[in-house]
């Protein structure tokens, strides 16, 4: 089983500076309270085979997380893929990013959800949680970025 959770928010700076905010995995530390640490491998500028690794809580259970970015097109598009290998995991998410006439960013995030072994009983649990909590990370996402971005 999988299932697919978005949310859609708007953002008070201009599209490059979210896109360079976003393509920049290590910054989810600022709206994503699960993720305790993640690293950029290279370190250099994000683009397509960029891998992030991370550990992650969720209900008090820590696990390792490898995500690698499957295209990244300044400034509208950013993916990944989850290569790690947990009960759960993200099949495909991404970022869309579309500049508003006010000077300001819609951002559009999704990820698709899917279970492997065990997983498959989890992942609607998962899904479940992930759609109700969509407003506050979208909500979450906006005030990181507004404070990390300097207003245009």
């Known amino acids: 089983m999988s299932g697919q959770f978005e949310v859609t928010t708007e953002i008070d700076r201009p599209v490059e ?4 905010y976003l393509a920049d995995g290590r910054n989810d530390p600022q709206f994503s309270p699960r993720v305790q640490r993640i690293d950029r491998v290279p370190e ?3 683009a397509v085979g960029t891998v992030f690794r991370s550990t992650v ?10 995500f690698r970015i499957t295209a990244c097109e300044a400034p509208a598009r950013i993916r990944w ?6 009960s759960v995991s993200v099949a495909e998410g991404g970022y869309d990013l579309e500049p508003l ?6 951002v559009r995030l999704h990820n698709v959800l899917e279970g492997h072994g065990l997983g498959r009983l989890l992942v ?4 479940a949680a992930a759609r109700k909590d969509a407003p ?6 906006k005030a990181a970025a507004e404070t990390a971005i300097p207003p245009h």
Not at 81 to 86: A, G, L
Not at 124 to 127: D, E, S, V, W
């Open 17 to 20: 500076a979210v896109f360079d």
């Open 44 to 46: 250099t500028p994000t």
């Open 57 to 66: 809580k969720d209900a008090g259970v820590k696990t390792a997380r490898e």
């Open 81 to 86: 893929t989850e290569v790690s290998k947990n």
């Open 101 to 106: 006439a006010d000077g300001g960013t819609r």
């Open 124 to 127: 609607g649990l998962a899904l």
């Open 136 to 141: 506050a990370f979208g909500a979450r996402i």
